[in-house]
């Protein structure tokens, strides 16, 4: 069995380290429907052979750390779906298939199991208490501070008792306290905390903010507004560096950088490298448009090749990232090439915290 400690240590020594890839819009292309409320979270309990099977690809194509398919398994997005009463399975599941694909497919190599957990929620009728369904991209913000910190130790709970290594804390947008909710939830497990930004860089200057950029429109899928005076407010201008400094200050093990464009990867890294001494993870997103759709559209290409993806990680690892993998849209293709281009070991490994 792995253990964090040995990942540390290979860390520590300034081990290249291969994260997984895109788990949602992989299980999106392997034939699971993505629900319009709780995204990939279901297949768990519907698909969960197949979800078993998405973490074996990665394993063959070298991923030393697989992700578990609870992005977004929170209970007010399984609720919204219909799952209220099946939080824990589907929780339970997602570290099953995780477990069960490393016996079959990782021999006696060591793979790890990240336990990943983020804030994409339906947004909630203030007037019903009704969470609603299919509103495209809901952040924690749409939630009070209490609320999403019960659920945020709901499921870290469940993971942490399940079989996780870690935690990958992977919320997005600007919503820093959300992210911070999460992270002190998962460090009250005892187990370590990764923690991912996403980044842009804003149109009219050089500043890297934690937003996404102008061009992702994640509008509502029955036309309600991804903002409303009941939100918790956000600082959605609040540049990256601030966002690092919030965080590191609660002491995670790793921070990284995800779910971003690769041509805006690159300026987002170098201001973690400046904010923050330890070990990072990068993880870009391919830039796809159908991620929120049912089923994904196979002759709709990735922006990027597999070679440019390489070359462009090469890089990162040049900069300082030790830990590199892919998110939405980038596959187990794109696993192999990395895990077999990348170099063994980074020239300085930042082990400070």
Partial sequence: MANYQNLKSRIDQGEVIVLDGAIGTELQAMGVPMDPAAWCGPGNHTHPATVRQMHERYIRAGADIITTNTFNTLRPALEASGYSELVREVNVRAVDAALEAIDRAAGDRPVWIAGSISCRIPIRDRKTGTLLGGTGYGYGASLSVEELRSYAEEQANILAESGVDFFLIENLWAD?????????AAKATGLPVWVAFTASVAHDSHAVRMSF????????GIGMPLWTSSWRPVDDDKSLADGIDE???L???VLGIFHSRIDETAAAL???LDRWSGPIVVYPDAGREDYL???QDSSVANEHSVAELTREAATWVEMGAQIIGTCCGFGAEYTRALSGALPDRIASPRNGA
């Fill in 293 to 295: 759709e049912t089923w």
């Fill in 213 to 220: 950029g102008e061009d992702r429109d994640y509008s509502s």
């Fill in 251 to 253: 002491g995670p093990d």
């Fill in 247 to 249: 965080i590191a200050a």
């Fill in 176 to 184: 820093n306290e959300s992210r911070a909710i999460a992270a002190e």
């Fill in 270 to 272: 170098g201001v973690m």
